[in-house]
């Protein structure tokens, strides 16, 4: 290995391992848990840090590029400052963490040490991870999948039916560019195309509705950039129709749990797994035969006339699918008003055949309160993180959930204007800096560009319809891939300037980022500690609960530990004033107004905790339990 060779790995280490450790975390849920994601942020920090009091990093001192970096670390600084107006500033401080995950990863993908090589290696590491991924869970599911599945749909890795599916579809793209690129090994470009049918049939076992908006998303930023766009049109079409002809077997585990609502049998899963590992070895090996052959054919009259042949059989398919659907719909009118009324029916209505086609569930509800939310606070929002309280006060369903379902209606609604203003201004400018890159690049160099923001935007664009901010594994991934799209080269950069005042006060607001997830990520420990302990010793999870509260004073759940420890040592009145203080900290808190209940029920003082209970019965109206404690039950 060469002295040049070897510094270019060392350059591009930084950036190789946060990606690889993003990757390793899918198999923790996606890192939805705190304990999984802060590690991993401070890290990534830290990395930061480091290069920055270095000087190694190549910042772009005017451009689009410039503008995405300032933009979504602004944004991250105003999530923190959200807490200030929050309900819930323990929430906002959290969803605050996250955010400045997600500005690291963009920073160290788009301006850390690292030559075109190290960039390109990283990518290339990040689709074969996912590859990886999707390649082991096709061996469980072959083996024993019963505990991967979740009412009839593939849930895990990610631990999140539409998360596993967006996670199989970031890949897709890039799959779909390598396997159109004439030139490259006709094994390589067959391995690549079945590595596609494999992903897309694990998606398709997840029956997520929001991949299909992914997929088109990542469809439209892939053929607007790259090369090749009639073959990789013809292979995506291509794989689609192969998931189609098996989709017969591949519904087999959701029409055997009774259309979602129950368990899929292990041997309807098994059956489904062995259709889809048969369909792309025949993917492989038909497709290394047409590749073979579009690799052998020459530049010559004939060839060239195979492209308007080409072009003009893709708009007839397209047309006569077109076609088709307008014939399965009938009265196109009467079929959107069908589905407006499904949308926004309250109840769920069940499909007996594919999930896809169905537009029911609980989102119109939420999208609904969001919107509300909005109109609330519309130019600061509500703070970050902090939709679930308005949820429960002004749901119609009985689901219990935390988050609006749609990062654009998310933001609306805990950012306000300005949040959503400063998301938007980084993401349009990371699309101006992806174009900017993609003309000026060859067109080996323009197809990966276009396969990693198309990577990017499938998580994206399912995003809108979906809470996928909250997996940071899987947001991270479409993350750095948007930063090595728009990185630009090397010669476009200028490192950091040698004055210490700049890189001084970079490093230490870094240094404030790390000790503030540190906090939290420390306070978390505790808080399991105490909940650990509570079982065997009431005063040691008093102490593990008060050191928490210490760390993140903000937060009412170790008040909550602290209460019921007290009361179990028999200090009915210090656990009393334990809730009370939760109760400044979040006055909206159902949760805090029922524990107060639950406290004064066993007191015996049954017209308090009924007034408790009564107070979270208007923060939580639907809550059946809730209703029959305070009486209301029936009314």
Same mark, same amino acid.
């Given at each position: 290995?060469?002295?040049?060779?070897?510094?270019?790995?060392?350059?591009?280490?930084?950036?190789?391992?946060?990606?690889?450790?993003?990757?390793?975390?899918?198999?923790?849920?996606?890192?939805?848990?705190?304990?999984?994601?802060?590690?991993?942020?401070?890290?990534?920090?830290?990395?930061?840090?480091?290069?920055?009091?270095?000087?190694?990093?190549?910042?772009?001192?005017?451009?689009?590029?410039?503008?995405?970096?300032?933009?979504?670390?602004?944004?991250?600084?105003?999530?923190?400052?959200?807490?200030?107006?929050?309900?819930?500033?323990?929430?906002?401080?959290? &969803?605050?963490?996250?955010?400045?995950?997600?500005?690291?990863?963009?920073?160290?993908?788009?301006?850390?040490?690292?030559?075109?090589?190290?960039?390109?290696?990283?990518?290339?590491?990040?689709?074969?991870?996912?590859?990886?991924?999707?390649?082991?869970?096709?061996?469980?599911?072959?083996?024993?999948?019963?505990?991967?599945?979740?009412?009839?749909?593939?849930?895990?890795?990610?631990?999140?039916?539409?998360?596993?599916?967006?996670?199989?579809?970031?890949?897709?793209?890039?799959?779909?560019?390598?396997?159109?690129?004439?030139?490259?090994?006709?094994?390589?470009?067959?391995?690549?195309?079945?590595?596609?049918?494999?992903?897309?049939?694990?998606?398709?076992?997840?029956?997520?509705?929001?991949?299909?908006?992914?997929?088109?998303?990542?469809?439209?930023?892939?053929?607007?950039?790259?090369?090749?766009?009639?073959?990789?049109?013809?292979?995506?079409?291509?794989?689609?129709?192969?998931?189609?002809?098996?989709?017969?077997?591949?519904?087999?585990?959701?029409?055997?749990?009774?259309? &979602?609502?129950?368990?899929?049998?292990?041997?309807?899963?098994?059956?489904?797994?062995?259709?889809?590992?048969?369909?792309?070895?025949?993917?492989?090996?038909?497709?290394?035969?047409?590749?073979?052959?579009?690799?052998?054919?020459?530049?010559?009259?004939?060839?060239?006339?195979?492209?308007?042949?080409?072009?003009?059989?893709?708009?007839?398919?397209?047309?006569?699918?077109?076609?088709?659907?307008?014939?399965?719909?009938?009265?196109?009118?009467?079929?959107?008003?069908?589905?407006?009324?499904?949308?926004?029916?309250?109840?769920?209505?069940?499909?007996?055949?594919?999930?896809?086609?169905?537009?029911?569930?609980?989102?119109?509800?939420?999208?609904?309160?969001?919107?509300?939310?909005?109109?609330?606070?519309?130019?600061?929002?509500?703070?970050?993180?902090?939709?679930?309280?308005?949820?429960?006060?002004?749901?119609?369903?009985?689901?219990?959930?935390?988050?609006?379902?749609?990062?654009?209606?998310?933001?609306?609604?805990?950012?306000?204007?300005?949040?959503?203003?400063?998301?938007?201004?980084?993401?349009?400018?990371?699309?101006?800096?992806?174009?900017?890159?993609?003309?000026?690049?060859?067109?080996? /160099?323009?197809?990966?560009?276009?396969?990693?923001?198309?990577?990017?935007?499938?998580?994206?664009?399912?995003?809108?319809?979906?809470?996928?901010?909250?997996?940071?594994?899987?947001?991270?991934?479409?993350?750095?891939?948007?930063?090595?799209?728009?990185?630009?080269?090397?010669?476009?950069? /200028?490192?950091?300037?040698?004055?210490?005042?700049?890189?001084?006060?970079?490093?230490?607001?870094?240094?404030?980022?790390?000790?503030?997830?540190?906090?939290?990520?420390?306070?978390?420990?505790?808080?399991?500690?105490?909940?650990?302990?509570?079982?065997?010793?009431?005063?040691?999870?008093?102490?593990?609960?008060?050191?928490?509260?210490?760390?993140?004073?903000?937060?009412?759940?170790?008040?909550?530990?602290?209460?019921?420890?007290?009361?179990?040592?028999?200090?009915?009145?210090?656990?009393?004033?334990?809730?009370?203080?939760?109760?400044?900290?979040?006055?909206?808190?159902?949760?805090?107004?029922?524990?107060?209940?639950?406290? /004064?029920?066993?007191?015996?003082? /049954?017209?308090?905790?009924?007034?408790?209970?009564?107070?979270?019965?208007?923060?939580?109206?639907?809550?059946?339990?809730?209703?029959?404690?305070? &009486?209301?039950?029936?009314?």
């Amino acid at each position: 290995m060469s002295g040049s060779t070897l510094a270019d790995l060392v350059r591009s280490a930084p950036l190789a391992l946060v990606g690889l450790l993003v990757l390793v975390a899918i198999w923790w849920d996606g890192a939805f848990d705190m304990r999984y994601w802060a590690p991993l942020t401070i890290l990534t920090l830290a990395v930061l840090c480091a290069l920055t009091v270095a000087g190694t990093f190549s910042l772009p001192e005017r451009g689009p590029l410039a503008v995405a970096l300032a933009a979504i670390w602004i944004f991250a600084a105003y999530t923190m400052l959200s807490a200030a107006w929050a309900e819930s500033a323990a929430d906002a401080w959290e &969803g605050a963490a996250r955010t400045a995950f997600y500005a690291a990863l963009f920073t160290l993908a788009a301006a850390a040490p690292a030559d075109d090589r190290g960039r390109r290696l990283t990518a290339a590491g990040i689709v074969g991870g996912v590859i990886a991924v999707g390649m082991a869970t096709e061996l469980v599911l072959l083996i024993d999948g019963s505990n991967a599945f979740l009412a009839g749909r593939l849930d895990d890795p990610i631990g999140y039916r539409n998360g596993t599916a967006a996670l199989f579809a970031f890949a897709a793209w890039p799959l779909v560019t390598l396997a159109a690129r004439r030139g490259v090994a006709s094994g390589l470009r067959a391995a690549a195309f079945a590595a596609l049918v494999l992903l897309l049939g694990l998606a398709f076992l997840t029956q997520s509705r929001g991949l299909l908006l992914g997929l088109a998303g990542g469809g439209v930023a892939s053929l607007a950039i790259g090369p090749d766009r009639l073959r990789r049109a013809w292979l995506a079409l291509a794989a689609a129709g192969a998931i189609a002809i098996a989709s017969g077997p591949l519904l087999e585990p959701y029409h055997a749990s009774g259309s &979602g609502t129950g368990i899929a049998p292990e041997s309807d899963i098994a059956t489904a797994a062995a259709v889809l590992a048969l369909l792309a070895t025949v993917a492989f090996l038909v497709s290394l035969l047409a590749f073979v052959f579009d690799n052998g054919l020459r530049a010559s009259r004939a060839a060239r006339r195979l492209r308007p042949v080409a072009a003009a059989g893709l708009v007839a398919l397209v047309a006569g699918v077109a076609v088709v659907g307008l014939v399965r719909i009938g009265d196109p009118v009467s079929y959107a008003g069908d589905k407006w009324d499904e949308f926004t029916a309250v109840e769920s209505s069940a499909s007996g055949g594919t999930r896809l086609g169905t537009v029911s569930g609980p989102r119109y509800d939420i999208w609904r309160v969001a919107l509300d939310q909005f109109e609330e606070a519309p130019l600061a929002g509500a703070g970050e993180g902090n939709f679930h309280l308005a949820y429960y006060r002004e749901r119609r369903t009985d689901r219990n959930l935390a988050d609006a379902h749609s990062l654009p209606l998310r933001l609306l609604a805990e950012t306000g204007l300005i949040g959503s203003a400063l998301f938007a201004l980084w993401l349009v400018a990371t699309a101006v800096a992806i174009a900017a890159r993609a003309r000026r690049a060859d067109a080996s /160099e323009r197809a990966w560009t276009a396969g990693m923001a198309a990577a990017g935007a499938v998580v994206l664009v399912q995003s809108s319809v979906d809470w996928l901010w909250l997996i940071p594994a899987l947001f991270g991934l479409a993350v750095l891939s948007l930063g090595l799209a728009a990185r630009e080269d090397d010669d476009g950069f /200028e490192p950091l300037p040698p004055r210490p005042l700049p890189r001084g006060a970079a490093a230490v607001a870094l240094l404030i980022a790390i000790v503030s997830v540190g906090a939290l990520f420390m306070s978390g420990l505790y808080v399991r500690k105490a909940r650990q302990e509570a079982f065997t010793s009431p005063q040691a999870a008093l102490s593990s609960a008060r050191t928490a509260e210490r760390l993140n004073p903000v937060s009412v759940t170790p008040l909550y530990l602290q209460a019921s420890a007290l009361e179990t040592q028999g200090s009915r009145g210090a656990a009393r004033r334990a809730l009370r203080e939760a109760l400044e900290l979040e006055p909206g808190n159902f949760v805090t107004w029922g524990l107060l209940g639950d406290l /004064e029920t066993r007191a015996g003082d /049954e017209q308090a905790a009924r007034r408790y209970y009564r107070h979270a019965l208007a923060l939580n109206p639907l809550d059946v339990g809730l209703q029959e404690l305070s &009486g209301e039950a029936g009314r």
